[in-house]
Every structure is written in C-alpha cells, then in structure tokens.
C-alpha cells in the first residue's frame, strides 16, 4: 500500500486547513477532529487521508481506503467505479495525461476563474451510498456543492495543494444508514 499524505502549504498547519473548511460558526477540536456547529446540530468530521486505490480480485470494482490523520487511525473502505478509480490513483499519484482528463480540465477551470477547493467532507451514507460534498472557495464566498466522493477526493488531490478529506465520525462507527446533517 501507498501511503500519499496530502501536503501542506509551507508555514501552515494541517489543523488550520481542517478548521478553514468548515462553516463560520465551526471550531476545531483537535488535530484531527474538527466540530461544525449549524442550525443548532453539532458535527464531528475526522481529517483523512488516501490510504490507497486498489483492485482486488475477483472483486469488479476498485475499492478506496481513507485512514485517519491520527489516532485511532480507523480506516473507512468504500468501492468506486473503475475510471473513477483511475482517475483518484492518478490523482493520489500526481500523474498528468496526456491531454487532461475531465477532473483535470475542471481544475483547471476552478483555478482560471479563481475557485479554491477547501475541501471535500464525507457527510453521510444513503442505501449503502456514501454521499459527500465540496467546500468552494468563490470570489463571491463560500459554496458548498453536492458530488459524488469519488470525484470531490479526485478534485481535492488535484489541487495544487492538496485540499483536506473531512469525514463525518459517525461513518466510522456505524457501517447502516447515516443521515447527513442539512448544511445551512
């Protein structure tokens, strides 16, 4: 396995990245743990790393492992398809094409009109489903867009400087249904 730790800006800390990526009223807990406060819910995302892209047979769809920044170092394992999968071991490995791919060309056009990806939360699991939303940095301020895990880890590996991977807690200890929190 591969370890690839997403690096950071020099003179900057992983815990501001983690804290910067999340709503106005949030506040960072630990190292790892970052707590967002919305509309009264109180949110625990835990900072991850890609651990690995992988394809084991005779499984027909690669699998990504995200493990914990730091302590109790748990691991969440979720299947993409397979050009996702390429596209994210690309992307873990810093391989350019060719010509760019799509999660390329759209990096390239979030940098030309000035968007920042600041990072990519895990928010729930529907039917077995893992749902996940971007955190933009806009000219106008903050948005926040729905997508697909496979394609907001792609997009965050793909940033000049690697956005941070927030996972909601609760994905780490329930393996059913987990109900994203609404965003304000």
């Known amino acids: 396995m591969t370890d690839v730790q997403p690096s950071v800006e020099e003179g900057s ?11 106005e009223t949030a506040e960072a807990t630990s190292g790892t ?15 991850m790393h ?12 690669p699998s ?22 390429t596209a994210l071991a690309q992307a873990q490995r810093r391989i350019p094409g060719r ?7 759209f990096m390239q056009v979030l940098q030309r009109a000035h968007i920042d ?6 928010t729930g699991r529907e039917e077995g489903n893992l749902v996940a939303e971007l955190v933009l940095m806009t000219p106008a301020g903050r948005e926040l867009i729905d997508c697909r895990p496979s394609d907001g880890l792609v997009l965050a590996l793909r940033m000049p400087v690697p956005a941070p991977v927030l996972v909601d807690e609760r994905l780490l200890e329930d393996g059913g249904d987990v109900l994203p929190v609404p965003s304000p």
């Open 64 to 85: 990504v492992t995200l493990v914990e920044a730091e302590p109790p170092m748990r691991a969440l394992v979720f299947p993409v398809g397979i050009p996702e999968g």
């Open 33 to 47: 743990d970052a707590v967002a406060q919305d509309t009264g819910t109180v949110r625990s995302f835990r900072v």
């Open 13 to 23: 800390d992983p815990e501001d990245a983690a804290a910067e990526a999340l709503p």
């Open 99 to 105: 010509r760019p791919m799509t999660h390329e060309l």
């Open 50 to 61: 890609v651990e690995d892209v992988s394809l084991d047979l005779p499984s027909l769809y």
């Open 117 to 122: 990806v600041v990072s990519v939360r895990l």
